[in-house]
């Protein structure tokens, strides 16, 4: 008998046992909240992907080639060729962005390929970004496949880093397209090509003051003028082309604003 009672007792203290792990859970050490009462678990909101840049537009009335904007509006455009030092891109984008300016860049496919961020960097400055071929060679010096593959390659970079093509199209080493290379240009989506009136000159490093002469002697209302990334004589001339498009009372837009 007393071995019955023991046993009897042995198994009520393991039921109080189990009931105890039960309620507590295996690794509590107190009172668990019920699923419904308990705040949401805290999410990481994922960050916003920015819109795809603009598209090339047709303007009509507009050459199938634009050298110039309209001759009746205090407004010009100041294009770069997209190549060189990216220290030398983001201290010309800086020193317009200070002077309120926007500027038009023509980059180079494998500049980009080279320093993807900087796409992204111009169009989060306001600027317009457009289409320089993939390497920068002769364009139209080249075959019809050679040449679709240098546009092509370039407007394959723009896309994949911007969403877009971009704005604009300009052969590399030529102030106009032939006829070829413009046709091959609207094949690739782009409706009008962009030359220019005005070239700087910078690209034979002739100093500053050069620069800025040249620039100041020929620019008027409307006017788009050619200068390059990558040389330091554009950036030292920058500031003062921009004082004296001010005294003139012209203000430097985008190409698309130019002609919108």
Same mark, same amino acid.
């Given at each position: 008998?007393?071995?019955? /009672?023991?046993?009897? %007792?042995?198994?009520?203290? +393991?039921?109080?046992v189990? $009931? @105890? =792990?039960?309620? #507590?859970?295996? *690794? ?14 805290a ?41 060189? /030092?990216?220290?030398? %891109?983001?201290?010309?984008? +800086?020193?317009?962005?200070? $002077? @309120? =300016?926007?500027? #038009?860049?023509? *980059? ?21 970004l ?43 080493? +030529?102030r106009?397209?032939t ?5 091959l ?76």
């Open positions: 008998m007393i071995e019955t /009672d023991r046993r009897r %007792a042995l198994r009520a203290g +393991a039921g109080l189990a $009931a @105890g =792990a039960l309620t #507590t859970g295996c *690794a509590a050490t107190g009172p668990t909240a019920p699923a419904r009462d308990r705040p949401p678990a999410t990481t909101p994922r960050p916003a992907r920015p819109a795809p840049a603009a598209a090339p537009r047709r303007f009509p009335g507009a050459p199938a080639q634009i050298s110039h904007g309209p001759r009746t509006r205090p407004q010009v455009a100041l294009t770069f060729h997209g190549q060189g /030092d990216p220290a030398t %891109a983001k201290a010309l984008l +800086a020193q317009a962005e200070k $002077a @309120g =300016a926007r500027i #038009t860049v023509l *980059a180079v496919g494998s500049w980009l390929d080279a320093h993807p961020d900087l796409a992204r960097r111009i169009l989060d400055g306001g600027h317009d457009g289409n320089h071929t993939h390497h920068h060679l002769d364009i139209n010096a080249m075959s019809e496949a050679e040449a679709h593959a240098e546009i092509a390659g370039c407007a394959d970079r723009l896309r994949r880093l911007t969403g877009s093509i971009g704005t604009w199209f300009r052969p590399s080493r +030529a106009t397209a006829p070829l290379v413009e046709r240009a609207h094949r690739a989506g782009y409706p009008h090509v962009l030359s220019y009136d005005v070239d700087s000159l910078d690209f034979t490093s002739p100093g500053a003051p050069a620069v800025t002469r040249t620039v100041a002697r020929e620019i008027r209302e409307g006017s788009v003028v050619s200068l390059h990334f990558g040389y330091a004589d554009t950036v030292a001339a920058l500031p003062a082309v921009l004082e004296e498009l001010e005294r003139r009372g012209l203000r430097a837009v985008t190409t698309t604003e130019l002609l919108t």
